[in-house]
């Protein structure tokens, strides 16, 4: 059972491919309305984890537990039923719907989901789509992209490629958001806009975040909490002043030996 100030645990978690173990006996806490950093080297096992809590795989062994639920098994679509929703480094959008059209489809729990709806509850589904047009169009003129609502993804620019990526997991309504490196690629001006955006929905909406980044000055700036993977592991973990001042942090992503190897 997860702890009363968190929102997910994972309990010895174990993500093995044949004889390559990628995530190896991770134990972690996600206190709620908290901005979790989750940092390390390429190929240190963030990104196996991540594609565990989402549900793409099932864990060789060890639990996941989300609000107090066993969700190890949980397929994707499921997972982001509950509530727990992922970005992607590279954002994973419709390239032939429109900007609009991609924000809008990401809405959980949507009424026209049932196509018996259609019939028995026409007035609700009309409202419901309302109330996502009308919150669409908020998170767009938010991400400073109100003005490109009819264009393709195709043709927008890096950036704004990101931020479209980021308005699709925030119109989900997340109770858990995993962001994998929102900031990967863009400016110094951007990054700050999006994890002022991300920080907003924190303090207005209790969302709570996973990120993986590895800007270690946004880390600094933005994280509650720490986590440090090493070779699958969790090597380090705690406040920012603490994980970021340990000498055995430059060992890691230097890739020398460290003490609990």
């Not at 989750?38 to 795989?57: A, D, M, Q």
């Amino acid at each position: 059972m997860v702890q009363n100030n968190s929102i997910l645990e994972t309990k010895n978690l174990v993500l093995k491919f044949g004889g390559l173990t990628a995530v190896d006996n991770v134990s972690l806490t996600i206190e709620k309305s908290k901005i979790t950093a989750l940092i390390g080297p390429n190929g240190s096992g963030k990104t196996s984890l991540f594609t565990v809590l989402s549900g793409i795989y099932v864990p060789t062994s060890g639990k996941v537990y989300f609000e107090g639920k066993d969700i190890t098994a949980l397929p994707p679509h499921k997972i982001y039923e509950l509530g727990i929703v992922r970005s992607f480094q590279f954002p994973q959008l419709f390239y032939k719907m429109t900007v609009y059209d991609n924000i809008v489809f990401a809405g959980r729990k949507q009424v026209g989901d049932n196509p018996l709806n259609a019939v028995l509850a026409r007035n609700l589904q009309v409202k419901q789509e309302k109330l996502l047009r009308e919150k669409a169009l908020e998170i767009l003129d938010l991400l400073d992209l109100g003005d490109h609502v009819t264009k393709f993804p195709g043709q927008l620019s890096g950036g704004q490629l990101k931020l479209l990526e980021l308005g699709r997991s925030l119109m989900a309504d997340p109770k858990l958001l995993l962001l994998d490196e929102p900031a990967a690629g863009v400016s110094p001006v951007l990054v700050k806009k999006i994890f002022d955006i991300i920080s907003k929905f924190r303090v207005e909406k209790g969302m709570t975040v996973l990120v993986i980044e590895h800007r270690l000055q946004v880390v600094e700036e933005f994280a509650d909490w720490i986590y440090v993977m090493h070779r699958g592991r969790i090597f380090l973990s705690g406040k920012p002043s603490q994980v970021l001042t340990n000498e055995q942090l430059l060992t890691v992503y230097s890739g020398g030996r460290v003490e609990n190897d």
